[in-house]
């Protein structure tokens, strides 16, 4: 591959950008110091054994093995998605519905209730009320061919978006486009941090010289210099998980806990509020995201909307399930772990209607999931909600979820 000039490429990239929010083209950047800091996080326990992110994988990811033999430029991009749809509250208050785009080959998504069904609702992170990964994914191979189109060239490329093994966070800061705030989140000025990332590996070969890529430099530690003396979300995490600026204890965050089928503890479940997926308070209190333009392109790339009937939602069969969830990035992670956020929800939002599906899960193989459908039908704390407990108790062989029922009964 011949030596490229940057302006050339650069303004090839800008003309086939569609879709994309940002853009920038750097080279494959040497990230020995973030690998530091990323390592003494997993010596201090503060990444979960449970991910098995190990300090070998954290290598390899930070020296991008399997690309970095070929690849010499990472074109980096983000997808903003900051619209005016709104949360639903506790009981099913959605009050708008999206107007249709068009998105060949996706769906328009049932139509959403416009008032309260008065039935409990779980709301779902603003960042997977549609598949923007997926979004992006499209547009960046589209940028691809329009680039080969544009420079008369033919590339290697490898498009990347939500994925872990390289640290797509740290390239994006790299890029100088956004800086990581104290919440350890990516924040620019045109878009906070309501926005994905995705990348294109490439073997173009590009001349920085005279750009300003020459001088960067990858600090050995995240500088947060966007964020001044604020301490917001340091201050607002319900968990206390940002121990301090930069470091997030993930064990704490309902982010993690919210993926994962492990048991939240006693103390965070009456603070977990109706989070059916996802936490993203440590974002929105953000004053980087206070004055935002809530004009993303609402598009229906894996769109599940803001929020989920509880109800609907644990009784759903596989296939609805897939239905309901397919193309979103939901549908990757373990059902069990939304039943068991669904549940919590519950819990928090008690409803007599659900006491039937409360005992079916009452009866799950999971004793992560007993143990949460026993919470919240102790919550209920009705005379039938009682007896379902005390029935599960006399046949009830886990320790676990034996002692999370005699502390309700
Ligand atoms: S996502 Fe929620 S729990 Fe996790 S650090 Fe942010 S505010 Fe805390
Ligand atoms: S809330 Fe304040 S401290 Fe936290 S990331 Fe935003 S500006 Fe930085």
């Not at 949360?87 to 519905?97: L, V």
């Not at 409360?358 to 007993?370: G, K, M």
Request: glycine share 8%; with cysteine.
């Amino acid at each position: 591959m011949r030596l490229m000039n940057y302006d050339k490429v650069y303004s090839a990239l800008a003309k086939y950008a569609t879709g994309i929010d940002a853009l920038h083209i750097i080279p494959v950047p040497d990230l020995s110091g973030p690998l530091e800091h990323t390592i003494g996080a997993l010596s201090k326990g503060l990444i979960p054994a449970h991910y098995r992110w190990t300090e070998e994988k954290t290598k390899r990811a930070y020296s991008f093995k399997g690309y970095r033999e070929w690849a010499r430029s990472i074109i980096v991009a983000a997808k903003y998605y900051y619209t005016d749809e709104e949360y639903p509250d506790e009981r099913g208050y959605i009050r708008s519905t999206p107007t249709a785009v068009s998105s060949p080959g996706h769906k328009i998504p049932r139509e959403l209730s416009t008032k309260g069904t008065g039935r409990p609702y779980g709301r779902i992170a603003r960042f997977t009320w549609r598949n923007n990964y997926r979004y992006l994914y499209g547009k960046l191979w589209e940028l691809v061919a329009g680039l080969e189109g544009e420079l008369g060239i033919s590339l290697r490329a490898k498009v990347l978006s939500n994925y872990t093994s390289i640290p797509e966070k740290i390239l994006f800061a790299f890029s100088g486009l956004a800086a990581l705030g104290k919440n350890c989140v990516l924040i620019c000025r045109e878009m906070g941090s309501y926005f994905v990332v995705g990348e294109v590996l490439t073997d173009l070969r590009i001349d920085f010289t005279g750009s300003r890529f020459e001088e960067l430099n990858v600090p050995r530690e995240p500088e947060f210099t966007s964020c001044g003396d604020c301490t917001r979300c340091i201050d607002a995490c319900p968990t206390g998980a940002l121990i301090e600026q930069g470091t997030l204890d993930i064990n704490r965050c309902f982010q993690y806990l919210s993926e994962n089928v492990i048991p939240v503890p006693q103390i965070y479940r009456p603070i977990w509020k109706n989070r059916l997926y996802g936490c993203s308070t440590c974002i929105d209190v953000c004053p980087y995201n206070s004055r935002l333009e809530s004009n993303a392109e609402k598009h229906f790339v894996g769109y599940v909307g803001t929020g989920e009937d509880l109800i609907d939602l644990l009784s759903y069969s596989h296939n609805q399930w897939d239905e309901r969830f397919r193309d979103n990035q939901l549908i990757i992670r373990d059902r069990l772990a939304i039943v068991q956020n669904a549940l919590l929800c519950l819990g928090n939002c008690p409803h007599e209607g659900a006491l039937p599906l409360l005992e079916t899960w009452l009866s799950h193989t999971s004793p992560v999931i007993r143990a949460s459908a026993a919470w919240a039908l102790g919550r209920m704390d009705t005379g039938a909600s009682r007896r379902a407990l005390e029935r599960r108790l006399h046949d009830e062989g886990d320790a676990y979820v034996r002692d999370e029922i005699g502390r309700i009964l």
